[in-house]
């Protein structure tokens, strides 16, 4: 199937071309169409599945096909996130897509940690607008927004916007969405929380799970290191240095840790630095950018950026602490291994987890070689 076949308005079609997708990825092809038609969508794909476009070209073929009337303040397409570089991310490719239209579609991103103001400023004739909760609510109690005539809501990393985080903020923005809308809501992980939620949000949704584990789950090769807390630097560096790792993506448990080991890295000569939710968000911005771009050789970061962050052929991630939730290590692998490119996933495990470890495993479906440690010189 080529995205011709999807019947999308002609102009968009060269932007899509322009972004080097060839055709349209298992989730493009079932929920595009779905998408287009108006119904209410949940798409379950894994990560790195081409999720992002397969709202983004509904949306805009959407706005192309109805006639945009005088927009003031008022976004017909809600797109809900849950962190600021996700936010940035899935701006992006609005962006790549709404390029030479033959009439201009206006996206905007807003998030919180920078200054309000010129976000207020910049609403004006907004037709999408990205959000994360926290300043879409924001702007709203500041009249800067209307949300009354937003036509699809936009849930990306759904069960993360469903789960007890957000529930008090997510319910005051449907409280102030019109009841009748169209509801696509997108996640790597079902929860339960997202079943029982999406009765309330959906109305008769098509359900899409795309299972396709040869496409994307294969590429991610998983290997793991038995090691005490004590020698997990030393083994990261020794990894770093003798596998001459180029790009590595590091998760710790917390934004302290992640500092430290940023901070021994760069130490050792190293090129590293940290991202957290600590950090200030010119920082953060500043971190994922010098990653991305191979600036900074390791970015050692917190679950902030777990969820659906893409970086370009990123080749190695390396769990230095085990997350608490399975889930948590899925998105976290699934940093690498995306858009047909492989990639390796390594865990760090003290003796103490190994069962924690093996529920994480058996959640996953998935086998992984153990290495020993101590039988290790470096
Ligand atoms: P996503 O799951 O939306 O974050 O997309 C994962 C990666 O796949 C991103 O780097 C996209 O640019 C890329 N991608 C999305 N759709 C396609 C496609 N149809 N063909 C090739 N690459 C794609």
């Given at each position: 199937?080529?995205?011709?076949?999807?019947?999308?308005?002609?102009?968009?079609?060269?932007?899509?071309?322009?972004?080097?997708?060839?055709s349209?990825?298992?989730?493009?092809?079932?929920?595009?169409?779905?998408?287009?038609k108006g119904?209410?969508l949940?798409?379950?794909?894994?990560?790195?599945?081409?999720?992002?476009?397969?709202?983004?070209?509904?949306?805009?073929?959407q706005?192309?096909?109805?006639?945009?009337?005088?927009?003031?303040?008022?976004?017909?397409?809600?797109?809900?996130?849950?962190?600021?570089?996700?936010?940035?991310?899935?701006a992006?490719?609005?962006?790549?897509?709404?390029?030479?239209?033959?009439?201009?579609?206006?996206?905007?991103?807003?998030y919180?940690?920078?200054?309000?103001?010129?976000?207020?400023?910049?609403?004006?004739?907004?037709?999408?607008?990205?959000?994360?909760?926290?300043?879409?609510?924001?702007?709203?109690?500041?009249?800067?927004?209307?949300?009354?005539?937003?036509?699809?809501?936009?849930?990306?990393?759904?069960?993360k916007?469903?789960?007890?985080?957000?529930?008090?903020?997510?319910?005051?923005?449907?409280?102030?969405?019109?009841?009748?809308?169209?509801?696509?809501l997108?996640?790597a992980?079902?929860?339960?929380?997202?079943?029982?939620?999406?009765?309330?949000?959906?109305?008769?949704?098509?359900?899409?799970?795309?299972?396709?584990?040869?496409?994307?789950?294969?590429?991610?090769?998983?290997?793991?290191?038995?090691?005490?807390?004590?020698?997990?630097?030393?083994?990261l560096?020794?990894?770093?240095?003798?596998?001459?790792?180029?790009?590595?993506?590091?998760?710790?448990?917390?934004?302290?840790?992640?500092d430290?080991?940023?901070?021994?890295?760069?130490?050792?000569?190293?090129?590293?630095?940290?991202?957290?939710?600590?950090?200030?968000?010119?920082?953060?911005?500043?971190?994922?950018?010098?990653?991305?771009?191979?600036?900074?050789?390791?970015?050692?970061?917190?679950?902030?950026?777990?969820?659906?962050?893409?970086?370009?052929e990123?080749?190695?991630?390396?769990n230095?602490?085990?997350?608490?939730?399975p889930?948590?290590?899925?998105?976290?692998?699934?940093r690498?291994?995306?858009?047909?490119?492989?990639?390796?996933?390594?865990?760090f495990?003290?003796?103490?987890?190994?069962?924690?470890?093996?529920?994480?495993?058996?959640?996953?479906?998935?086998?992984?070689?153990?290495?020993d440690?101590?039988t290790?010189?470096?």
């Amino acid at each position: 199937m080529s995205f011709e076949d999807l019947k999308l308005h002609p102009s968009i079609l060269p932007n899509i071309a322009a972004l080097g997708y060839e055709s349209p990825t298992p989730i493009q092809m079932q929920a595009i169409p779905v998408a287009i038609k108006g119904r209410d969508l949940l798409g379950i794909a894994k990560t790195g599945s081409g999720k992002t476009a397969s709202f983004v070209i509904p949306i805009l073929n959407q706005l192309l096909s109805n006639p945009l009337g005088e927009r003031n303040r008022k976004p017909e397409a809600l797109v809900l996130v849950p962190t600021r570089e996700l936010a940035l991310q899935v701006a992006d490719v609005f962006k790549a897509l709404s390029q030479n239209l033959p009439q201009p579609i206006q996206s905007l991103v807003v998030y919180g940690g920078v200054s309000i103001n010129p976000q207020m400023k910049a609403m004006y004739g907004v037709n999408i607008l990205i959000a994360t909760p926290g300043r879409l609510l924001d702007l709203q109690r500041s009249n800067a927004i209307d949300l009354s005539e937003v036509k699809t809501l936009v849930l990306d990393e759904a069960d993360k916007m469903l789960n007890l985080g957000f529930k008090k903020e997510m319910q005051e923005i449907f409280d102030l969405l019109p009841k009748k809308r169209q509801n696509l809501l997108f996640s790597a992980t079902l929860s339960e929380q997202l079943s029982g939620l999406n009765n309330v949000l959906l109305t008769d949704p098509v359900v899409l799970e795309i299972d396709s584990p040869a496409e994307t789950e294969e590429l991610i090769n998983l290997s793991g290191y038995f090691v005490s807390d004590d020698r997990k630097g030393p083994l990261l560096r020794h990894l770093i240095k003798s596998q001459k790792m180029k790009q590595v993506l590091v998760f710790t448990s917390s934004g302290n840790k992640a500092d430290k080991v940023a901070w021994k890295l760069y130490k050792n000569g190293i090129d590293a630095s940290s991202i957290h939710g600590k950090k200030s968000q010119s920082a953060r911005t500043q971190a994922l950018k010098d990653f991305k771009s191979g600036k900074v050789k390791v970015l050692v970061a917190t679950d902030l950026i777990s969820r659906g962050i893409d970086i370009n052929e990123l080749p190695y991630v390396i769990n230095y602490e085990l997350p608490r939730s399975p889930k948590d290590f899925v998105h976290r692998v699934g940093r690498t291994g995306r858009a047909k490119t492989e990639g390796l996933a390594i865990t760090f495990v003290t003796r103490e987890e190994t069962h924690h470890f093996k529920v994480i495993l058996k959640k996953m479906k998935r086998y992984m070689d153990m290495v020993d440690s101590e039988t290790l010189e470096f």
